[in-house]
């Protein structure tokens, strides 16, 4: 079974800085897919970004970007030019082939004036 | 982009009745539909996955006589909570996932609040 592991549980960061969410897992598998899930308060689940495996280019979304280490199993997600709107739980998931999506527990953001 | 609904948003119940909880794709067909459960401050744990036409397929520990899940067309699964007492109390959130390029996104209802009184 895959995990997916999210160590920070609570992070905060300024307006118009940039804040790096950590996320690590643990998998037997080469081909998966990889992804990062805001939801804020409304709870509803947005899709931030997606990164396939077998890609070596990190996935960007405007201002949004992931560090994908795919050895280390590690996919961080940044995000810069932080925005009052960006406050939200963020998921990190992982999913092999076409299965459900594995979350982790999620890091609270709080993005502050 | 797809958008998948559920209805209701929101739903109070006596314990011992059932709850129809409906998951709708709105602009594309979805051959798998799958069921999450979040309770507070807590990631989403899936409960079953669907398949349009066959028999959803229910995670460990999940009481398939319970949480009855149907899959009737591309566009529409339904969980019915039967017998809910207040341990069923929670958020109930369904994804959508279509074919072709889109096979590897889910696409999220706004999920729907649980309160078994």
């Known amino acids: 079974a895959q995990t997916v592991t999210q160590s920070q549980p609570e992070m905060s960061v300024q307006e118009a800085e940039t804040v790096t969410l950590s996320c690590t897992y643990d998998t037997s598998e080469n081909n998966y897919y990889l992804f990062w899930y805001k939801q804020p308060p409304s709870r509803q689940m947005i899709l931030v970004i997606r990164q396939e495996a077998y890609k070596q280019q990190n996935a960007t979304e405007n201002r949004f970007s992931v560090n994908f280490q795919k050895a280390a199993k590690s996919f961080s997600l940044k995000i810069s030019d932080s925005q009052l709107g960006d406050t939200a739980m963020y998921f990190c998931?992982?999913?092999?082939?076409?299965?459900?999506?594995?979350f982790g527990k999620g890091t609270s953001l709080l993005v502050t004036p | 982009g797809a958008v998948v609904s559920q209805h209701p948003s929101w739903v109070i119940c006596k314990s011992g009745t059932s709850v129809k909880i409906e998951c709708r794709s709105l602009?594309?067909?979805?051959?798998?539909m799958f069921w999450y459960r979040q309770f507070p401050k807590q990631s989403l744990m899936l409960m079953a996955t669907?398949?349009?036409?066959?028999?959803?397929?229910?995670e460990q520990g999940v009481e398939k006589d319970k949480f009855l899940i149907n899959h009737a067309s591309l566009t529409l699964s339904t969980l019915t909570v039967t017998s809910a007492h207040p341990e069923d109390s929670s958020f109930y959130i369904c994804?959508?996932?279509?074919?072709?390029?889109?096979?590897?996104?889910?696409?999220f209802g706004p999920g729907t609040r649980l309160l078994v009184l």
């Open positions: 669907s398949n349009e036409g066959s028999k959803a397929t229910y």
């Open positions: 998931a992982f999913m092999k082939h076409v299965d459900a999506l594995n």
């Open positions: 602009d594309f067909q979805a051959t798998t």
């Open positions: 994804s959508a996932r279509a074919g072709g390029a889109l096979v590897k996104t889910q696409y």
